[in-house]
């Protein structure tokens, strides 16, 4: 099946370079991206209104297990909140809890977001609960129960703090990891980035406290990043290094954290990370592509999934938005100004595939 999306502003590659034009798909591949009106046939045509084409966000690191406590323990410390024996757990046993992840799941969908990566607590059942609401593709990294081998059930190892498990406990966890994913908090609260990297993670999240020598060993590494600066905010725990992270060669994805803290939309999330920066730093030139790479097609290629670049050949995976008709700057249109009710269309792969 043949279907056009005409009269577009079409954010086009890795660079984002704005295409005024049409973007053709063929059987949920795009087929072409083209300038001017289109002009072939025997197509299904949408007219996008001049709206803007960009690829769907990846919501890197998020939590969905809490989002039936929505700011739970609001004011209570990091600790109080997500430890072992936080509050965040009363989210977890909440009757709804199962409804409210698919509540989550359904406004991350609105707002753009078509792939997701959650660190999943409750071991073998946890993950099943999730599984049981997903409606989109996304990576789970379980966490186990006693001696549960999470790597049967999921798509990998989603670790808390590198001190939850002993060296020993560690080394047999990782035992059966094969081809599948390990990833790590570090630095959330504290500076314990140097131990997480003894585990030789695929990716880290967050390094909100990372000292110097820590951001080195990552950077000379090249260890993937995922950063959830909001979230940082709103559990009070610092914020990461920005300037020193966007500016390492490491490949830098974003995300929402814990529901319970932090809603999981990620216009939000570009929006506040551009401006952090930029006010932080005092550094008017920080660009704003650097954040939406981030956000999208960046998170895709930490995760292991399919590109969603838009570009020939790819499947076709984005955002179509209402006009901006007084929008210089498409991206920014995108980064800074529009919200999940200017998103009019979601196109994306159907799932389960
Ligand atoms: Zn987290």
Known sequence: ???????????????F?????????????????????????GADIVDAGGGIIAPCFTNSHVHLGDSAGADLGAYLSIGERVAKSGVKYEAHNHPDAVDAIAASLDLMRQGGTTAFCDFREGGVEGIGLLKSVQNMPGRILGRPLDDEDIFNYCDGLGISTIKEYSGEKLEKMLENRGGKLVAIHAGEARDDVLDAMKIDPDFVVHLTNAGPQSLREVFERKIPIVLCPRANASFGVGLPDLKAIFESDCLIGLGTDNVMANPPNMLREIEFTWKLYRGLYKDP?????????????????????????????????????????????????????????????????????
Not at 25 to 39: K, L
Not at 327 to 353: N, Q, T, W
């Open 1 to 15: 099946m043949r279907c056009v999306f005409d009269n577009a502003t079409v954010l086009y590659g890795e660079g």
């Open 17 to 41: 370079v704005a295409v005024q034009g049409y973007v053709v798909i063929e059987d949920g591949v795009i087929n072409e991206v083209g300038t001017g009106g289109y002009s072939g046939r």
């Open 285 to 353: 030139g920080f660009d704003a592509r650097m954040v939406l790479r981030a956000a999208t097609v960046n998170g895709r290629r930490i995760l292991g999934l399919p590109d969603n670049t838009i570009k020939e050949g790819n499947q076709a995976d984005f955002i179509v938005t209402k006009p901006m008709e007084y929008a210089v700057d498409p991206v920014l249109a995108l980064v800074h100004r529009i919200g999940p009710s200017d998103i009019k269309e979601v196109v994306s792969p159907p799932y389960p595939s």
